[in-house]
């Protein structure tokens, strides 16, 4: 399983020797899957983006915190306040978005987070809605050498504020490893599976760690030094980028 932003690409550049290091990982013969908390655009967006960028992904590959917030919607018949950029907002053009709202969703909306919106989801919570976080990764790489905050703050302003807890959809839910795992057809077998990303917590915490996945993180993304020894429990490894892990565990022949 690999995360995308900040593993694979920052904003519009690929890591060093991602696009090739992920050719080389495919012909091994291993399974990928991209698990990603990304919420600025739509899953189809996305896609498009790393092809543009010289990846090779089939478009079912892709899980996303979209999706699993989208199936939540439908599953528990939510009328969601939809903090969310305009290009991601295209995904839930099928969703009744009306008020009174029941469930109020933050993700990654650097438009969206301001005092209106935040204090219309406050009022939207006050009058019973769910609070569902679609991550709550508290800060990401914006370029290759500035981070910038993420929605976890905003959703724990929110949590303060109304004395609810926000329910998380994206990593690192145990649910959503869970989805991967069961496309791969090793739901059974995490143990097998190595999940590889630049967040100690978001990616190699939570649900990847309870499964028990092999746990590599790369200094590359949001990385800072230090971040290795916030794991609640050992990592399998730390390596200078994504082409570094795939240059150990898949070396030349």
Do not use: W
Not at 21 to 33: E, F
Not at 145 to 161: M, R, Y
Not at 165 to 182: D, I, S
């Amino acid at each position: 399983m690999l995360d995308i932003s900040g593993t694979l690409h920052v904003n519009y550049s690929p890591t060093p020797n991602a696009v090739a290091a992920l050719s080389r990982l495919r012909a091994t013969g291993v399974k990928v899957r991209f698990v990603t908390n990304s919420t600025k655009m739509t899953d189809e967006s996305l896609f498009t983006k790393l092809l543009d960028m010289g990846f090779e992904v089939d478009r079912s590959e892709i899980f996303s915190s979209l999706s699993a917030a989208k199936q939540l919607i439908t599953d528990r018949g939510y009328r969601p306040l939809l903090l969310l950029e305009d290009d991601a907002l295209i995904q839930f053009s099928d969703i009744d978005q009306s008020a009174p709202h029941n469930a109020v969703f933050i993700g990654l909306a650097p438009s969206k987070l301001d005092y209106e919106h935040l204090n219309q989801a406050f009022q939207a919570l006050l009058n019973g809605a769910d609070l569902v976080g679609i991550h709550r990764a508290r800060y990401f790489a914006s370029s290759e050498k500035q981070l910038s905050l993420g929605p976890g703050p905003f959703v724990t302003a929110l949590e303060s504020a109304t004395d609810k807890t926000a329910e998380l959809v994206g990593k690192p839910a145990r649910a959503f490893y869970q989805l991967a795992l069961a496309d791969m057809g090793l739901l059974n077998d995490p143990g097998s599976v190595a999940m590889v990303g630049d967040d100690v917590l978001a990616d190699l915490g939570g649900g990847a760690q309870e499964l028990g996945l092999q746990r590599y993180l790369v200094r590359t993304g949001k990385y800072r030094p230090g971040d290795e020894t916030k794991a609640s429990a050992p990592l399998d490894g730390t390596f200078d980028s994504f082409a570094a892990i795939v240059h150990e565990l898949c070396p030349p022949a």
